[in-house]
């Protein structure tokens, strides 16, 4: 078992969880030999996956997989009453990938993966409870990040296809057929180029496809026991918008949760603006969009990114414009499938401007406002410089955080709205502009 925890350990610390078994044989000098012994016994089968190179070229070597999954129960927050869940119960807001740690210091959720009578019968149930802590609750990290673990996207196959299109980061593949009970005998069961971007950005394009989509089913039967009723899952399409902070609850296709099984309807933790103290923790009260139930579709999304590059040249463009280093702390491009189609006839040169944040708990509230089909009661005042908007950003207190929004203006600044003094633009009607980016930063002094 240590060279099997050993293994864990080091895949943990990879980009995507996956590494080549070179690369794993000269960090923890075990043979090859004994690697692919221990991946294949019948106790590991489901913690590893070989990928082995799609062609035979000399260049080419086998890769290692980490498909161990430890799902957390999406409904815990809202008080799971399911005695017999399979699922972890603990905290949200210390197990997803957007930030670091809960930050509450009275969290009524439990922090401690080996707290809780619940998680130690799981544990034990899965013979997990010889792993340390420390491990296991990393698992459950990389289990909540697509980045790190394998999901397949839920909403692809719906009409109208996925609402994220090619900036989604899960496998545009029938769910259906990884989980064996795709009905459907039209149904292409083939790697598209959506597969294929997926693979690009997993860096394992140059493996075995077989290999890859076993992958996905080991996941997948870690999480079935989740997927208690087939015809609720299949028939869940509701389309709420993104959620109010304060009330952040998804309901069922037939928008009836009172009488929804738990396994046909999804819920995200419920917090109040006031006891969450950073914009990450209002930032992760929006829809939670979990395998293996689908992702509801919504027409806000707040799309992570993970390139360096691009954070590199955000923070030298805030830091020029404010005049002051900065540090980037989240960058996320905000997609609108509304507001993609209203601008996609405007072939102008795009038009800018910037808005502050003055509260975390208005977040949503404006998110919400660039889809509002009438006027806005209260005018949106944003700001042509981005000095401008980081002078009237108000700083977190706790956290030092601040955050601006990029306005894109479908047209110009005057066929938008007001002009005021100070190189600010009053807008009043939001079906003029749409959010294109928002970032949150730290001074770098």
């Known amino acids: 078992m240590d060279e099997v925890t050993s293994l864990l350990r080091y895949l943990l610390t990879t980009k995507h969880s996956i590494d080549t078994l070179d690369s794993i044989v000269n960090q923890l000098k075990i043979s090859k030999e004994r ?57 949200p807001y210390n197990i997803r990938p957007m930030y670091a740690k809960c930050t509450n210091k009275t969290c ?46 839920t909403d692809h196959a719906k009409k109208g296809g996925c609402p994220k299109k090619q900036y989604c980061d899960k496998l545009h593949y029938c769910y259906y057929a ?23 950005q997993k860096e394992i394009n140059e493996q075995s496809h077989d290999d890859i989509l076993e992958a ?20 869940a399409t509701a389309s709420p918008k993104i959620s109010n902070s304060t ?54 999304i707040l799309l992570d990114s993970y390139n360096k590059d691009d954070y590199s040249q955000t923070e030298r463009y805030l830091s020029n414009e404010i005049g002051c280093p900065v540090k980037i702390l989240a960058s996320k491009n905000i997609f609108s499938e509304k507001k993609e189609k209203q601008s996609s006839t405007i072939r102008t040169k795009p038009v800018y401007y910037y808005c502050p944040l003055r509260s975390p708990s208005d977040i949503f509230q404006l998110l919400r406002w660039q889809n509002e089909d009438k006027k806005l009661i209260k005018p949106l005042t944003v700001y ?6 980081h002078n009237m950003a108000t700083q977190h207190f706790q ?7 990029r306005v894109h203006l479908l047209g110009s600044g005057v066929n938008n709205g007001t002009l005021l003094p100070d190189n600010r633009l009053q807008l009043d009607d939001p079906l003029t502009m749409c959010f294109d980016r928002m970032w949150i930063y730290v001074y770098n002094l």
């Open 35 to 91: 690697i692919l012994q221990l991946i294949n016994e019948q106790s590991y089968s489901e913690y590893f996956q070989l990928l082995r190179p799609l062609l035979h070229h000399n260049q080419m070597t086998d890769k290692i997989a980490l498909t161990l999954d430890l799902f957390c129960c999406t409904h815990y927050a809202q008080q799971c009453k399911k005695q017999s869940c399979p699922f972890l119960h603990l905290c």
């Open 247 to 300: 009330h952040n609850q998804r309901k069922s296709a037939n928008n009836q949760p009172s009488r929804a099984s738990p396994s046909s309807r999804r819920s995200t933790p419920i917090a109040s603006a006031s006891a969450l103290s950073t914009y990450d923790d209002i930032l992760s009260s929006k829809p939670d969009t979990s395998p293996p139930l689908p992702d509801h579709e919504q027409d806000i």
């Open 399 to 405: 956290t030092n955080q601040l955050c601006i929004f």
């Open 178 to 200: 990884l989980v064996d009970s795709c009905t459907k005998p039209h149904c292409q069961h083939a790697i598209n180029d959506a597969c294929l971007r997926y693979f690009r």
């Open 384 to 389: 042509a410089r981005v000095n401008d908007a």
């Open 108 to 153: 009524p959720y439990d922090h401690d993966i080996l707290k809780s009578v619940h998680n130690q019968r799981i544990l034990d149930a899965r013979g997990l409870s010889s792993i340390p802590a420390v491990i296991l609750h990393e698992l459950v990290r990389a289990s909540a990040d697509p980045m790190r673990s394998f999901w397949v996207c």
């Open 216 to 235: 996905f089913k080991k996941v997948l039967r870690q999480r079935k026991p989740d997927l208690i009723d087939t015809n609720n899952v299949q028939s």
